[in-house]
Structure formats: structure tokens, C-alpha cells
Nanobody, 120 residues
């Protein structure tokens, strides 16, 4: 079984920075993609950033140039560095990971979510 644990959300002033972390643990054979989506109240969940094992990282249009995703493969941990936070960035940020477990079964998991709040 694979689990995801997120951390790093909180309150920050507009223009400030936060770093989110997502740790995958358990019976992980590999990780294909790992990253974040976000959902604000009354809004659909949207892509923030994903790290892909083939090196093709992907960012949502609204965060390009401000957010950076990175991966520590040895720790099965993804990081989302969020800089120049804007009043439109507040949301619950959800980590997602896809890959194969030791039984070579595909997993596609979501974390519990972490709240990001930006004060103006």
C-alpha cells in the first residue's frame, strides 16, 4: 500500500513564499508522476504542477514563472516552491502520485490536502 503525506501549507502575505512537501511511502516500486492540483471554494480542481519521471514537468498557466516543482527521488518526496504568491492562489492544495507498487499494480493516489491562504 502506498501513502501520501503533505505538509507546508499555511498563511502568507501576498508576494511571499511557501514550500509544500509531499512524501510518498509504502510499497513503492516506482513513481511516474508526482505533483499538485488545487481547489478553491466553488471552483474545479486545477493543475498546479507535476513532476514526471521522463523529465517533462508541467505547470498550470496561472503559476508558470512563480512556482517550481522538484523531486528528491531518494526520498520519494516532491516539493513545490511557491513564490510571488497572489490573492488568487489560496486553495486547498492536493498532492497526487501515480506509479507502480511492488505487486506491479498501478496506484493513483491523492493526499489529504493542505490549505494555502494568502493575505493582501
Amino acid at each position: 500500500q502506498v501513502q501520501l503525506v503533505e505538509s507546508g501549507g499555511g498563511l502568507v502575505q501576498a508576494g511571499g513564499s511557501l514550500r509544500l512537501s509531499c512524501v510518498a511511502s509504502g510499497s513503492i516500486f516506482n513513481i511516474w508522476t508526482m505533483g499538485w492540483h488545487r481547489q478553491a471554494p466553488g471552483q474545479q480542481r486545477e493543475l498546479v504542477a507535476t513532476f514526471s519521471s521522463d523529465g517533462l514537468n508541467n505547470y498550470g498557466d496561472s503559476v508558470k514563472g512563480r512556482f517550481t516543482i522538484s523531486m528528491d527521488n531518494a526520498k520519494n518526496t516532491a516539493y513545490l516552491q511557491m513564490d510571488s504568491l497572489k490573492p488568487e492562489d489560496p486553495a486547498v492544495y492536493y498532492c497526487n502520485a501515480q506509479g507502480l507498487d511492488f505487486g506491479l499494480a498501478k496506484y493513483d493516489l491523492w493526499g489529504q490536502g493542505t490549505q494555502v491562504t494568502v493575505s493582501s
